[in-house]
Protein backbone atom coordinates (compact mmCIF):
# COMPACT_ATOMS: atom_id res chain seq x y z
CA UNK A 1 0.00 0.00 0.00
CA UNK A 2 1.37 3.45 -0.79
CA UNK A 3 2.05 5.87 1.73
CA UNK A 4 -0.27 8.57 0.50
CA UNK A 5 -3.02 7.88 -2.63
CA UNK A 6 -4.77 10.15 -4.71
CA UNK A 7 -6.83 9.59 -8.14
CA UNK A 8 -4.72 10.71 -10.57
CA UNK A 9 -6.98 11.53 -12.58
CA UNK A 10 -7.56 14.21 -14.90
CA UNK A 11 -10.58 15.57 -13.10
CA UNK A 12 -12.19 17.72 -15.29
CA UNK A 13 -15.00 19.89 -13.91
CA UNK A 14 -16.87 23.33 -15.22
CA UNK A 15 -15.92 26.51 -14.35
CA UNK A 16 -17.71 27.99 -11.47
CA UNK A 17 -18.21 24.22 -10.22
CA UNK A 18 -16.72 22.71 -7.10
CA UNK A 19 -13.84 20.36 -7.82
CA UNK A 20 -13.26 17.84 -5.28
CA UNK A 21 -9.98 16.14 -4.55
CA UNK A 22 -9.39 13.10 -2.23
CA UNK A 23 -6.15 11.68 -0.53
CA UNK A 24 -5.82 8.72 1.60
CA UNK A 25 -2.86 7.71 3.64
CA UNK A 26 -1.14 4.83 5.00
CA UNK A 27 0.29 5.93 8.70
CA UNK A 28 -2.69 6.14 11.55
CA UNK A 29 -0.06 8.15 13.26
CA UNK A 30 0.20 11.23 10.60
CA UNK A 31 -0.63 14.61 12.43
CA UNK A 32 -0.40 17.26 9.92
CA UNK A 33 -1.20 17.13 6.22
CA UNK A 34 -1.13 19.39 3.09
CA UNK A 35 -2.43 20.56 0.12
CA UNK A 36 0.48 21.77 -3.17
CA UNK A 37 -0.46 23.25 -6.60
CA UNK A 38 1.75 22.60 -9.20
CA UNK A 39 1.38 23.92 -12.57
CA UNK A 40 3.28 22.61 -15.45
CA UNK A 41 7.25 23.15 -15.66
CA UNK A 42 6.52 24.69 -12.16
CA UNK A 43 7.32 23.78 -8.18
CA UNK A 44 4.94 23.20 -5.89
CA UNK A 45 3.17 25.72 -4.03
CA UNK A 46 1.80 25.45 -0.80
CA UNK A 47 -2.04 26.17 -0.34
CA UNK A 48 -3.32 24.78 2.76
CA UNK A 49 -2.27 22.74 5.90
CA UNK A 50 -4.77 21.12 8.32
CA UNK A 51 -3.83 19.49 11.96
CA UNK A 52 -7.63 18.71 12.96
CA UNK A 53 -10.69 16.97 11.89
CA UNK A 54 -13.46 18.90 10.22
CA UNK A 55 -13.38 21.64 7.79
CA UNK A 56 -10.90 24.41 7.36
CA UNK A 57 -11.82 27.15 4.89
CA UNK A 58 -9.30 29.51 3.17
CA UNK A 59 -11.22 31.50 0.13
CA UNK A 60 -12.86 29.17 -2.15
CA UNK A 61 -10.53 26.29 -0.59
CA UNK A 62 -11.94 24.18 2.33
CA UNK A 63 -9.81 21.31 3.47
CA UNK A 64 -11.36 18.52 4.95
CA UNK A 65 -9.92 16.27 7.80
CA UNK A 66 -11.18 12.68 8.91
CA UNK A 67 -8.40 10.78 10.63
CA UNK A 68 -10.48 7.58 11.49
CA UNK A 69 -10.94 7.16 8.03
CA UNK A 70 -7.32 8.35 7.09
CA UNK A 71 -8.68 10.53 4.42
CA UNK A 72 -8.42 14.08 3.57
CA UNK A 73 -9.48 16.16 0.49
CA UNK A 74 -9.62 19.66 -1.14
CA UNK A 75 -12.69 21.32 -1.82
CA UNK A 76 -12.12 24.37 -4.55
CA UNK A 77 -15.44 26.01 -4.96
CA UNK A 78 -16.27 28.75 -7.90
CA UNK A 79 -13.75 27.12 -9.81
CA UNK A 80 -11.67 29.04 -12.46
CA UNK A 81 -9.48 28.27 -15.17
CA UNK A 82 -6.33 29.76 -13.46
CA UNK A 83 -7.21 26.82 -11.43
CA UNK A 84 -6.02 24.13 -13.73
CA UNK A 85 -2.96 22.40 -12.12
CA UNK A 86 -1.64 19.34 -10.39
CA UNK A 87 -2.56 19.12 -6.62
CA UNK A 88 -0.54 17.25 -4.45
CA UNK A 89 -1.52 16.06 -1.06
CA UNK A 90 1.20 15.51 1.22
CA UNK A 91 1.36 13.95 4.74
CA UNK A 92 3.74 14.84 7.63
CA UNK A 93 4.82 11.47 9.13
CA UNK A 94 4.46 11.00 12.91
CA UNK A 95 5.29 14.90 12.83
CA UNK A 96 8.93 14.21 12.74
CA UNK A 97 9.22 16.93 9.70
CA UNK A 98 9.30 13.95 7.12
CA UNK A 99 6.67 14.35 4.66
CA UNK A 100 5.30 12.23 1.69
CA UNK A 101 3.93 13.63 -1.66
CA UNK A 102 0.95 11.47 -3.34
CA UNK A 103 1.17 11.32 -6.93
CA UNK A 104 -1.27 14.36 -7.91
CA UNK A 105 -4.55 15.02 -9.27
CA UNK A 106 -4.79 16.96 -12.40
CA UNK A 107 -7.28 19.02 -12.25
CA UNK A 108 -8.62 20.70 -15.95
CA UNK A 109 -11.65 23.50 -14.87
CA UNK A 110 -13.04 24.17 -18.73
CA UNK A 111 -14.50 27.99 -19.55
CA UNK B 1 12.90 37.65 2.28
CA UNK B 2 14.19 35.46 -0.25
CA UNK B 3 12.85 32.00 -1.18
CA UNK B 4 14.77 28.38 -1.56
CA UNK B 5 17.46 28.93 -4.37
CA UNK B 6 18.21 26.49 -6.43
CA UNK B 7 20.75 26.29 -9.12
CA UNK B 8 21.49 25.92 -11.82
CA UNK B 9 18.02 26.10 -13.00
CA UNK B 10 18.58 23.40 -16.01
CA UNK B 11 21.70 21.24 -16.86
CA UNK B 12 22.68 19.16 -19.17
CA UNK B 13 25.29 15.94 -18.70
CA UNK B 14 26.42 13.42 -20.75
CA UNK B 15 26.34 9.86 -19.59
CA UNK B 16 28.94 9.01 -17.10
CA UNK B 17 29.64 12.48 -16.22
CA UNK B 18 28.95 14.14 -12.71
CA UNK B 19 25.54 16.78 -11.97
CA UNK B 20 25.68 18.27 -8.66
CA UNK B 21 22.92 20.07 -8.09
CA UNK B 22 22.81 23.34 -5.33
CA UNK B 23 19.80 24.30 -2.87
CA UNK B 24 19.63 27.07 -0.40
CA UNK B 25 17.36 27.12 2.25
CA UNK B 26 15.17 30.05 3.10
CA UNK B 27 16.56 32.34 5.67
CA UNK B 28 16.16 30.63 9.49
CA UNK B 29 15.51 27.08 7.69
CA UNK B 30 17.45 24.55 8.86
CA UNK B 31 15.92 21.34 7.23
CA UNK B 32 16.13 20.58 3.54
CA UNK B 33 14.88 17.72 1.43
CA UNK B 34 15.43 16.71 -1.83
CA UNK B 35 12.58 15.34 -4.63
CA UNK B 36 12.87 13.86 -7.89
CA UNK B 37 9.76 14.75 -10.04
CA UNK B 38 9.68 12.45 -13.75
CA UNK B 39 7.32 13.81 -16.48
CA UNK B 40 3.87 13.46 -15.52
CA UNK B 41 4.78 12.01 -11.96
CA UNK B 42 4.70 13.05 -8.41
CA UNK B 43 7.44 13.58 -6.29
CA UNK B 44 9.43 11.15 -5.18
CA UNK B 45 11.17 11.80 -1.62
CA UNK B 46 14.80 11.59 -1.64
CA UNK B 47 17.06 12.37 1.49
CA UNK B 48 15.62 14.82 4.27
CA UNK B 49 19.21 16.98 5.80
CA UNK B 50 19.64 19.23 8.91
CA UNK B 51 22.88 21.13 9.18
CA UNK B 52 25.81 18.59 9.17
CA UNK B 53 23.37 16.15 9.35
CA UNK B 54 21.16 13.03 6.95
CA UNK B 55 18.05 12.67 9.05
CA UNK B 56 16.60 10.14 6.40
CA UNK B 57 17.92 9.39 2.99
CA UNK B 58 15.44 6.29 2.94
CA UNK B 59 14.70 7.54 -0.91
CA UNK B 60 18.48 7.62 -2.44
CA UNK B 61 19.14 5.40 -4.45
CA UNK B 62 22.28 3.03 -3.12
CA UNK B 63 24.71 3.53 -5.28
CA UNK B 64 26.06 7.07 -7.25
CA UNK B 65 23.85 9.56 -5.39
CA UNK B 66 24.40 11.14 -2.44
CA UNK B 67 23.88 14.49 -0.69
CA UNK B 68 25.41 16.99 2.23
CA UNK B 69 24.48 19.97 3.81
CA UNK B 70 27.52 21.16 5.00
CA UNK B 71 27.50 23.89 8.14
CA UNK B 72 28.09 26.38 5.27
CA UNK B 73 27.40 27.06 2.01
CA UNK B 74 24.20 25.70 0.58
CA UNK B 75 22.70 21.67 0.33
CA UNK B 76 24.37 19.41 -2.54
CA UNK B 77 22.82 16.74 -4.48
CA UNK B 78 25.65 14.73 -6.36
CA UNK B 79 24.73 12.36 -8.42
CA UNK B 80 27.86 10.49 -9.89
CA UNK B 81 27.93 8.43 -14.02
CA UNK B 82 24.59 10.10 -14.90
CA UNK B 83 22.50 7.76 -16.70
CA UNK B 84 20.03 8.98 -19.09
CA UNK B 85 17.59 7.65 -16.57
CA UNK B 86 18.73 10.01 -14.01
CA UNK B 87 17.11 12.98 -16.31
CA UNK B 88 13.91 14.44 -14.05
CA UNK B 89 13.46 17.50 -12.35
CA UNK B 90 15.01 17.85 -8.72
CA UNK B 91 13.17 19.55 -6.18
CA UNK B 92 14.37 20.98 -2.97
CA UNK B 93 12.07 22.39 -0.01
CA UNK B 94 13.22 23.17 3.50
CA UNK B 95 11.38 23.91 6.43
CA UNK B 96 11.51 25.64 9.92
CA UNK B 97 13.49 24.88 12.87
CA UNK B 98 12.44 22.45 14.93
CA UNK B 99 10.02 22.88 17.45
CA UNK B 100 8.21 24.95 14.72
CA UNK B 101 4.33 24.08 15.20
CA UNK B 102 4.38 24.12 11.37
CA UNK B 103 6.32 21.54 9.32
CA UNK B 104 5.19 22.84 5.89
CA UNK B 105 8.06 22.74 2.81
CA UNK B 106 8.35 25.22 1.00
CA UNK B 107 9.64 24.29 -2.75
CA UNK B 108 12.79 25.99 -4.40
CA UNK B 109 11.99 26.28 -8.68
CA UNK B 110 13.94 23.23 -9.33
CA UNK B 111 16.76 22.15 -11.19
CA UNK B 112 16.21 20.20 -14.48
CA UNK B 113 18.70 17.49 -15.43
CA UNK B 114 18.79 16.39 -18.65
CA UNK B 115 21.44 13.39 -19.53
CA UNK B 116 22.32 13.14 -22.92
Known amino acids: QKEVEQNSGPLSVPEGAIASLNCTYSDRGSQSFFWYRQYSGKSPELIMF????GDKEDGRFTAQLNKASQYVSLLIRDSQPSDSATYLCAVNMRNNNDMRFGAGTRLTVKP | NAGVMQNPRHLVRRRGQEARLRCSPMKGHSHVYWYRQLPEEGLKFMVY????????ESGMPKERFSAEFPKEGPSILRIQQVVRGDSAAYFC??????????????FGPGTRLTVL
Open chain 2, 93 to 106: ASSPRPGSSYNEQF
Open chain 1, 50 to 53: IYSN
Open chain 2, 49 to 56: LQKENIID
